[in-house]
């Protein structure tokens, strides 16, 4: 079930999220993104602009793979689990590309604050290629 | 032919800025990604939260930008354009979720500038950090970006 409540006493390490396939990018994904992120850099829109500056046509924001990563994370932890997300974007996304968000569960934690559980996470395109590598820190609610 | 950046921005302080969270712009940028958590887009789940409306995706501050820049002075002192850039890395530490209505204001500065050479050539990495308090100067979030520069 999507959005189940998950809990810290339940997580162990090495658990997987469930992956979440997003895609196929088209284009008007990437102009819509745009307008809402406010980046209108034209390697993202504009082909001939994209091919002029070596890149060889355009590709996905980096931010949105990151949001793809990060909606991943908050469809297992919860809206608002996410204490630290950081990732390098390793490749680029092309239009049509498929993009499969992944993670891991590689520790847990108690601290004064809350209940904290340390993520690998990942992006891959159809081909199995990563395209984005980090790690998240998601904050967990104790069974009662 | 390869270009020369100026790795003089080192230490650059930005003039901070002020952002104002939009109900309507957490809806628009959640709706782009495709995530429909009702915890971003519906506001009577938002009023029975815990947080008492709703809240903003984790990677929402990429809208803070200032409103009267694009950037492009910043790429100009640094001598490079928009066709040369590559997003390298980002990072976001997230004390607590943002809601509408909220202001804050954001402090951001050149903390390193280095050139290494890459599969595609060389290349230069430009690392910023932006702090982001709120109305009662408590740190809300650590923004780190880290820009490439084809050189």
Redesign the interface.
């Given at each position: 079930m999507k959005y189940a409540k998950v809990y810290f006493d339940d997580v162990k390490v090495g658990d997987e999220l469930p992956p979440l396939v997003k895609g196929p990018i088209q284009q008007i994904q990437l102009t819509r993104y745009a307008g809402a992120a406010g980046d209108f850099n034209p390697i993202h829109q504009d082909d001939e602009f994209a091919r002029a500056a070596g890149m060889g046509g355009v590709f996905a924001h980096g931010m949105l793979s990151m949001g793809f990563v990060a909606q991943a994370v908050t469809d297992w932890a919860g809206a608002g689990a996410v204490r630290k997300i950081g990732v390098r974007f390793v490749g680029l996304v092309r239009l049509k590309d498929t993009v499969t968000c992944r993670g891991r569960v590689l520790g847990k934690s108690s601290k004064d604050d809350g209940h904290l559980v340390d993520l690998e996470v990942w992006a891959e395109n159809q081909r199995g290629e990563k395209v984005v590598t980090g790690k998240a820190t998601v904050s967990m609610p104790l069974r009662d | 032919m390869p270009i020369q950046i100026n790795r003089g921005v080192r230490g650059k302080e930005f003039p901070p800025f002020v952002v104002t969270i939009e109900r309507g712009?957490i809806k628009?940028?959640a709706?782009?990604?495709?995530?429909l958590?009702?915890?971003?887009l519906d506001d009577r789940v938002g009023q029975a939260?815990?947080?008492g409306d709703v809240?903003a995706?984790?990677?929402f501050m990429?809208?803070f930008?200032e409103a009267a820049g694009?950037g492009g002075d910043f790429l100009r002192e640094l001598g490079t354009d928009?066709?040369?850039?590559?997003?390298?890395?980002?990072?976001?530490?997230?004390?607590r979720?943002i809601r509408p209505g909220e202001t804050f204001l954001c402090r951001s500065k050149v903390v390193d500038v280095y050139e290494k050479s890459g599969r595609s050539g060389p290349m230069a990495f430009v690392v910023r950090e932006t702090a982001v308090t709120d109305r009662a100067n408590e740190l809300v979030a650590t923004i780190?970006q880290v820009t490439v520069v084809?050189l």
């Open positions: - | 712009k628009e940028f709706r782009a990604i495709g995530d958590n009702p915890f971003y939260s815990e947080w809240i995706p984790p990677t990429t809208t930008r694009d928009l066709s040369r850039l590559l997003h390298g890395e980002q990072e976001y530490e997230l004390h979720p780190r084809r």
